[in-house]
């Protein structure tokens, strides 16, 4: 017999000789016979719960109650209600998920519970949710109050969510079907704030099977941090077979380097990367990563969506003012009310919870009736509380800084001086630095005014010297007179066209207009040398002739002998506008 039988042998004898306690009846029994005595010990505990159930038996106040597997495992049980002050005994049930019950040990005899007492199992759907008292749902808000409303509001499962119907509706939705495979794609979430994008991606991977989420900020993350947890989810995965979620905020932050580092690891699956961005991925984000990555677009909520997020703070907002402070009056609001604060708050769900939050906190003190309040009311309220009144989304560095300018120097060159008003104060208000408008209106001057009013070029450089000597808030006048002027003024795109086609030539060097020489006649002649060469001669001085006409030729001989039409020659054609016509105004 070789050393490991021998030692095999020796551990089944100990193991039959050992001394263990029945879980059922507490006696000691050897470890080989466990499995018959259990047997007889359930056999016997059932009959025993038979008499008693059928009510009799003068032992029945000596019978244990069914013991749960919770305190067999655990050695504890907990103690049910007690007999009631008449005697009869009450039935009640036990919950074993039930932390509010007090737990005693099993040797203590003196702790037992009384005997007499009829333990009923709840039903399985009762025991997966818990029913929370009174006080613990106190204690709870009382726990979380100091949070953001935004932050205690987030949705616990996909169907709270609100929003985003275009990829997670059950039948067109691209992220919906991801959802139903049970998989989680790596993807960059691009949207303004406020709109769902941390509560969709903790949803996603809370909602997938084998799935675990690693949140982290672009803003505090560096490349020590990335390498921790792509080791992580290495030996996680090893470990589990669960993937890891790695979720970035602000991915846009990132540099070059930090980009480029995500890479391999999203491509071998080592991590399911989310991001998160309110800037355009196109412009921050490396085109290999976003190869690697769906882009999904999340768009504002409709106003409809914003009032169920406002409901349901709401909501919350009175269920705090009624358990933990202890104000009696609810906190009512209208519909107007509701769409109000959706207006002013841009779409930024964030932003209209914090206007509620604040809202509330104000009708606390009973100043304002809470369950009346109008629409002027919550404007004054808000007005009173915010430093500079109700302030615009609009990032000067992001998306809002391209599209609000381009949405400004069209409506200039449409001659919309409304819109074109509009938009300089959205950008103004913004934050948008004043010396880039100026500069485009000097754009505008030359683009779409031209030759039709040389005079605007002037007046758009008068403005952006208004803006240098005095800066805003005094210099908005001066930008808004040259706004509606530019808009006001007739247009014309002769000398634009003009110049783009000769732009455009000459970076092809057709007809050699790039590299031919220049007519000798037109050369300067600074020095002997060069009018000995030839510089200069036979040219013609104009002004020396009648009404300063004469003929020369101006063009390289060259260019004249390879151009087979010289109309083509003629960039300026005297046109201001196309020939299109529009089918919209026709129909008018």
């Known amino acids: ?54 009510g009799g038996g003068a032992n029945s106040d000596l019978i244990k109650p069914e013991r749960s597997l919770s305190s067999i495992l655990n050695g504890k049980r907990k103690l ?28 203590d005899d003196n702790n037992r519970p009384n005997k007499s007492i009829k333990m009923e199992p709840k039903s399985i759907k009762s025991m997966t949710i818990p029913e929370k008292s009174l006080e613990q749902e106190i204690k709870y808000l009382q726990k979380n109050i100091h949070l953001p409303l935004s932050e205690r509001l987030r949705p616990k499962e996909l169907r709270e969510y609100v929003g985003q119907q275009h990829i997670l509706s059950h039948t067109t939705g691209t992220l919906y079907k991801y959802i139903q495979e049970n998989t989680i794609p790596s993807m960059i979430l691009w949207g303004p704030p406020g709109v769902g994008k941390t509560s969709l991606a903790r949803l996603l991977s809370k909602s997938a099977h084998n799935y675990y989420m690693i949140e982290t900020s672009a803003t505090k993350a560096n490349t020590q941090e990335l390498r921790s947890i792509f080791d992580k989810a290495k030996k996680e995965y090893q470990l589990t077979k669960r993937r890891t979620v790695l979720f970035i905020d602000e991915i846009h932050r990132f540099n070059k380097s930090q980009q480029d580092l995500l890479l391999p690891h999203v491509e071998n699956g080592d991590v399911v990367l989310i991001g998160a961005t309110t800037e355009n991925p196109s412009f921050q984000l490396n085109n290999a990563l976003i190869s690697r990555c769906h882009v999904f677009v999340l768009q504002k909520l409709t106003l409809n969506e914003s009032c169920i997020v406002l409901s349901r703070g709401i909501a919350l907002l009175n269920k705090c003012r009624k358990l933990v402070l202890n104000i009696d009056k609810p906190l009512k609001l209208s519909r107007a009310c509701l769409e109000y604060l959706v207006d002013v708050s841009m779409g930024d769900t964030r932003r209209t919870l914090n206007l509620l939050e604040m809202i509330e906190i ?85 683009e779409d005014v031209g030759l039709r009013d040389p005079s605007q070029l002037l007046l758009a450089v008068a403005a952006h010297d208004a803006v240098m000597k005095i800066g805003l808030p005094e210099a908005d006048l001066a930008l808004a007179e040259c706004c509606v002027s530019l808009a006001r003024a007739p247009k ?93 105004l026709e129909r008018r």
Not at 82 to 102: E, F, L, M, R, V
Not at 505 to 511: A, G, I, K, R, V
């Open 492 to 584: 014309s795109i002769e000398l634009y066209r003009a110049w783009s086609k000769v732009k455009g030539m000459m970076s092809e060097n057709l007809y050699g207009l790039a590299s031919s020489e220049i007519p000798m006649h037109i050369r300067n002649a600074p020095t002997k040398l060069m009018e000995d060469l030839g510089y200069s001669e036979g040219y013609k001085y104009n002004p020396e002739y009648k009404d300063g006409l004469c003929k020369q030729q101006y063009w390289p001989q060259e260019v004249l002998e390879k151009c087979p039409n010289r109309n083509e020659l003629k960039f300026l054609t005297g046109k201001n506008f196309g020939n299109k016509r529009d089918p919209d």
């Open 362 to 446: 104000w009708t606390r003190t009973g100043e304002v009736n809470s369950d009346s309040l109008t629409v002027d009311e919550i404007r004054d309220i808000i007005k009173t509380n915010s430093s500079n009144g109700l302030s615009t989304y609009y990032d000067p560095k992001g998306d809002n800084h391209y599209d609000t300018i381009s949405a400004f120097h069209k409506a200039i060159r449409g001659g919309d001086e409304n819109a074109s008003l509009y938009y300089l104060a959205r950008m103004i208000k913004g934050g948008e630095d004043p010396l880039y408008i100026a500069r485009r209106m000097i754009r505008v001057a030359t």
């Open 80 to 107: 049910p209600s007690t007999q009631s002050t008449s005697g009869t005994s009450i039935s009640t049930a036990i919950d074993i998920n039930d932390t509010k019950d007090t737990m005693i040990d099993d040797d």
């Open 1 to 54: 017999m070789s050393f490991f039988q021998k030692k095999s042998t020796d551990d089944e004898t100990q193991s039959k000789t050992k001394i263990i306690k029945c879980p059922i009846c507490s006696e000691s029994i050897l470890y080989m016979n466990i499995n018959s005595h259990i047997d007889k010990c359930s056999l016997k505990h059932s009959k025993v719960k038979a008499d008693t159930s059928n």
